[in-house]
């Protein structure tokens, strides 16, 4: 088993309801959806043999860097390894309601997903995909299955993942993907979504919006 990751390690994401903490490795070892005090959908932090995760990282990597986006709580991850560079980009999404006075950020649009896209920036590398959520803190067992195009299960967010993943009973979900320079790979943890429009085609708008919302926040605040 490897060693427990320091807190500082960590970096934190969110949409002003709910939060994530993403590892320098590109591991979520804990987010809650849709509220800060609900029971986390994974504790890995915790409890790394039984926590639950949700691991996206290259195979061997040599080199790692980090920053948010510019006035966003937008978090991009550079991982490096022998023969290539992925870049992640990982955020909850958020936005303004419309109708909103100027400057109200209290009431949001707020989904409750966990966005998480990858890009090969040069070369070609294996990228390790693994899905393993918690219930009650581990205390109760998990059943994944394919359900709305994605993977879930009773009492849990829905996996949504823009390169196919089999599913075969259990409570954990991995596969390797070979994937080269220019290529990219979607994932989306939703809490709540619409049968009839998979999360997976609203990427592009949910990015831009939730940019915008925090760079727009970012300038009006006075705090320094």
Known sequence: MDAYKALRDYAAIGDCHGHALVAANGD?????LERHDQDPVFCCLLDQARGGTLRLTPQAVVAQERNYLAGTNMLVTRLRTETGVLELLDFMPVGRRLG?????YVKLVVPGWLVRRARVLEGELGVDLRYRPSLAFAAKPVELLARDGGIGGDCLPTLFCSHPLAVAGGDTVSATLRLC???CLDLV???RYTITDSPLRLLDAMQATTQAFWQ?????????
């Open 216 to 224: 727009e926040w970012s300038a009006y605040n006075r705090y320094r």
């Open 100 to 104: 909103n006075g100027p400057h109200d």
């Open 181 to 183: 320079a220019g290529e």
């Open 28 to 32: 979520v070892d804990w987010c809650c």
């Open 189 to 191: 943890l939703a809490a």
